[in-house]
């Protein structure tokens, strides 16, 4: 969460809004504080669900949960304590920064909390629903980019929206490699992921779509003035993206052989969002 915040607040310095400094710190903390409570809140939800209980074979970290209610370091009402907490300091901390930058900002918390509770929440989760990666496009792509933005420079652009866009399917990608060693468990649980409802050749597809879709984006966006040239420096992040597509096969023998994959598609994610950032920095001193 932390790296589309930043990227939203460069593209905002290299548009010429001065960097403020009080409200990208809070932007960083409430977005790291919100994806840690959506991930307890879904650990509470899988563990009741049986999505985890059910997994005999758990990918941890990566995959399987944190498995801290089934191993009994922490209780489900200690679980749930732990998510009002962390959503609790995260409000506190978005109703400053709606305070510093403006109100337009409400609609973006408003959409993001919804989203993100609703992702394995309330009486039709998107998750168990195979609107995981969208949600997680959604919330990890384009409300994080242009809500940073907005942090900034107290206004939206059509080019940060977009900008977002790319982020997000590879923070989807994200998911969906991780959705292959839990398919068989989440199947069992009624959790239809991508994985569970496409079979694991078309979601493996599906994976290289989106793995790829994010330098197709970035190359048109360049070449239509939507950003500056110096962001291509992002396709340096495509081998690294392809090594985690062939290295994530539709079928493995152990769930440790998908190891390889699953760490390539999250560092392709963190390089290219980072060299996006550091491509709209380069690009402002250029400027001067």
Known sequence: MALPVLLG?????????????LPFIMAIIAGI????????????????????PLNTDPLTPFAGGSRSIQTGRLTV???????????GIATVLGIGLILLAGWPLLWIGIVGLLIGLG?????????YHGLGEPAIAIT????????????????FTPQAWLLGLPVGLLAAAILLVNEFPDAPSDAKAGKQT????????????????????PFVILIGGTLAGLWPAMTLIALLALPLAFQGWCRTPAIANTNQARLPGIKAVIASHALFTLLLTLGLIAQGIMNG
């Open 77 to 87: 009402a200690q679980m749930r304590q732990l998510a009002l907490m962390l959503l």
């Open 9 to 21: 607040t460069a593209f905002a310095w290299h548009d010429g809004h001065p960097f403020a400094p």
């Open 33 to 52: 504080l919100l994806h840690a409570a959506a991930n307890v809140v879904n650990d509470i939800i899988d563990h009741q669900r049986g999505a985890d």
């Open 194 to 213: 991508w994985v569970v409802l496409f079979g694991p050749k078309k979601a493996r597809a599906a994976l290289g779509a989106l793995l790829l879709l």
């Open 140 to 155: 990890f792509g384009l409300l994080t980019v242009a809500g940073s933005y907005f942090t900034q420079a107290q206004g």
């Open 119 to 127: 992702y394995s929440a309330g009486p039709w989760p998107l998750n």
